[in-house]
């Protein structure tokens, strides 16, 4: 009879370690599944040319960026230039982002003073002017910079 006792005892441990066992399994499966995600996902900063429009000034741009580094920036700047039709430099200007929150995304607008937008034919991002924050490479903004447009004009590094 004891004998006996012992035997389901086991078979109850068993049954339910297994259970046990495979719970814990699955669960190791999700958090591998989900911790590579978050670590996959691209560090960069976005800049998009958003808008082309005369001012009464003369040629806005304007400009959204946003901040997906992973660090808070004190200082984000880029200088750009300016291409006409014929492909030649026409300006060069430098955009001053300031201080850029880790997730946050900015607009600046831009006025040209005697610009005629429909010149424009290509804007370059040159170079990052100020790149800074607690821990951040200074050429981080301007190596991990993704460029995009919304306008017909070309847009890039």
Known sequence: MVHNTQGHFIRFLTRH??????????????AADIAPAQESAPRALTLKLNALQPSEKGCRLTFVVTNSLGVALDKVGFEVALFNQAQVVDRITVLDFKELPQGKTKVRRVDLGELDCTKIARVLVNDSTECAGAGIDPKACIRQLNPTTKSGIQFGS
């Open 17 to 30: 370690s297994l259970g046990l066992l495979a719970a814990t399994g699955l669960l190791v499966l999700a």
